[in-house]
């Protein structure tokens, strides 16, 4: 783990059993085993913290993608809207209250229509 071989392992516990006596190295062990183990308990969370705030971010990427190509496709859809409108004039299909009525069609069927008989219930 720390490059520490079995002489060198046995040499600091040969002089911790020395420093520490024989009583108190076995509740010493303890805590040092349960500091190891809360230190890659936190280490681990930190890690997991980390990922979900990675996964956080691609799902942002994700939805504004989508978003984008949402606006895109809409766009494509309705050639109105890509059109820059006038000053004043209102985005999109809606058309202002005092909008005059669209033109009179004109063609084959333009023609069909002026020949019926107005009043006449067929």
Do not use: C, H, Y
């Not at 108190?24 to 979900?52: C, H, I, Q, Y």
């Not at 004043?88 to 002026?114: I, K, L, R, Y």
């Amino acid at each position: 783990m720390f490059g520490i071989g079995m002489p060198e392992f046995l040499l600091i516990l040969v002089v911790a059993l020395i420093v520490i006596g024989p009583k108190k190295l076995p509740d010493l062990a303890r805590s040092l085993g349960r500091a190891m183990g809360e230190f890659k308990k936190a280490a681990r969370e930190f890690k997991d913290t980390m990922n979900v705030e990675e996964d956080v971010k691609e799902l942002k990427d994700i939805k504004q993608s989508v978003a984008d190509t949402w606006k895109e496709a809409v766009r494509e859809a309705d050639p109105v809207d890509a059109a820059p409108s006038p000053a004043g004039a209102p985005a999109g299909n809606a058309e202002p209250a005092d909008a005059p009525a669209p033109p009179e069609e004109t063609g084959p069927s333009a023609t069909v229509n002026d020949t019926r008989k107005e009043g006449a219930d067929e």
